[in-house]
């Protein structure tokens, strides 16, 4: 048995545990692998232990191993979740089904446009930086509202939720506080757009699953549980 497959199987079980321990039921949680800076082989044994939804943060490494996977595993689901640059938006929005990292009007208004018309709509998340200061990336809260108000009128988008990357904490409770702050904003936003269904909150990766879980993250992004550590030799 492939370790990739063993790490599967270990992360699912760790999901259903945090999802027992808060009475969630375990399909409410989606497991997207993070594969970037991984071969196509570590994909390929993730694909044989049936693993369908993998995360690329970098768009031509991203793309070249969806055009890999195309003809042999087409129900494959690509999410984007790196930073983006505006030159980058049209192979994005060509080859990947979700996008979890926008975080400015701009960007999404040239993935709706870029987005071909055979394509259903791209599916957007907007990130949201929690960590006030000490992030860079990511919509502030309270310009949150207003940006997700004009996104979700853009025709070829389909605005699904938040996504947050939390400052490293290795504590249980500032990690719980920062996915609940995420989890009350899309609550917030819901009441906002009650037409757009928000159902969806990208929070958690392979350190701080469990918080992320217990606040009500719908899909974890787990990378180094998985895969190994990375290496950016
Ligand atoms: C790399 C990455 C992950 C996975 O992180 P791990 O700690 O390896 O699980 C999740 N989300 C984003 C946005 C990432 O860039």
């Known amino acids: 048995m492939s370790s990739i497959r063993q790490n599967l199987e270990k992360v699912t079980r760790e999901i259903r545990t945090a999802c027992d321990k808060c009475g969630r039921d375990t399909d409410s949680v989606q497991l997207l692998a993070v594969s970037k800076t991984k ?5 390929a044994d993730a694909i044989a232990a049936g693993q369908r939804a993998f995360g690329e943060n970098y768009v031509q490494e991203g793309v ?3 055009q890999h996977f195309a003809t042999q ?3 494959l689901i690509w999410h984007f979740i790196g930073p983006i640059q505006s030159n980058k938006t049209r192979l994005i929005a060509d080859h990947f089904d979700w996008v979890h990292s926008v975080d400015r009007l701009k960007i999404a208004r040239r993935l709706s446009e870029q987005r071909p018309e055979h394509l259903p709509p791209l599916k957007i998340l907007l990130q949201v930086n929690t960590s006030g200061e000490a992030s860079k990336s990511g919509v502030d809260f309270d310009e949150l509202a207003a940006l997700a108000t004009e996104i979700a009128t853009l025709p070829n988008l389909a605005l699904r939720g938040l996504m947050s990357i939390p400052e490293k904490a290795d504590d249980y409770a500032s990690q719980l506080a920062a ?3 995420l989890a009350q904003a899309r609550d917030a936003l819901q009441q906002q757009l009650p037409d757009t269904k928000l159902d969806t909150l ?3 990766m392979s350190g701080d699953m469990d918080a992320a879980i217990a606040a009500g993250s ?3 992004r787990i990378g180094t549980a998985i895969f190994g550590a990375r290496n950016y030799d």
């Not at 071969?39 to 994909?43: E, H, Y």
């Open 64 to 66: 070249e191993k969806i």
């Open 179 to 181: 996915f609940t702050a």
């Open 73 to 75: 595993s087409p129900s």
């Open 202 to 204: 990208s929070m958690g």
């Open 39 to 43: 071969p196509i082989s570590a994909i």
């Open 218 to 220: 719908t899909m974890v």
